[in-house]
């Protein structure tokens, strides 16, 4: 885990995202808390990720997302080399909880 974002203000946010629990309180939160681009921004890399896991190429993954190699770049480098999150979400949204 990255010490520089370890910080109360972070943990301050991811304690408030941790009390949401329908999609409509998520959007209803996320739209006050970030622009309209940063939501979008922050999807299209979920949806990049999603889809290298799936073993798309860059060239597919550009074509259906919008998003730049660059972008693509980065989440592969974290899917790879990062902290296991996105695997773990992947995970837990495969699996329905008992």
């Given amino acids: 885990m990255n010490?520089?974002?370890k910080t109360p203000a972070v943990d301050f946010l991811f304690d408030a995202i941790l009390c949401l629990?329908?999609?409509e309180e998520c959007y209803?939160?996320?739209?006050?808390?970030?622009?309209v681009n940063e939501l979008l921004s922050l999807s299209q890399r979920?949806?990049?990720?999603?889809m290298l896991k799936e073993k798309k190429?860059?060239?597919e993954i550009a074509e259906k997302t919008g998003a730049s190699t660059a972008t693509?770049?980065?989440?592969n480098r974290s899917l790879n080399y990062g902290n296991d999150g996105y695997d773990l979400v992947?995970?837990?949204?495969e699996k329905p909880e008992a």
């Avoid at 209803?28 to 622009?35: A, I, K, Q, V, Y």
């Avoid at 693509?72 to 989440?75: G, H, L, N, P």
């Fill in 90 to 93: 992947f995970d837990r949204m």
């Fill in 57 to 59: 190429t860059y060239l």
């Fill in 28 to 35: 209803g939160f996320f739209e006050d808390l970030c622009t």
């Fill in 46 to 50: 979920f949806e990049v990720a999603a």
């Fill in 3 to 5: 010490k520089k974002i």
């Fill in 21 to 23: 629990k329908t999609r």
């Fill in 72 to 75: 693509i770049s980065r989440v």
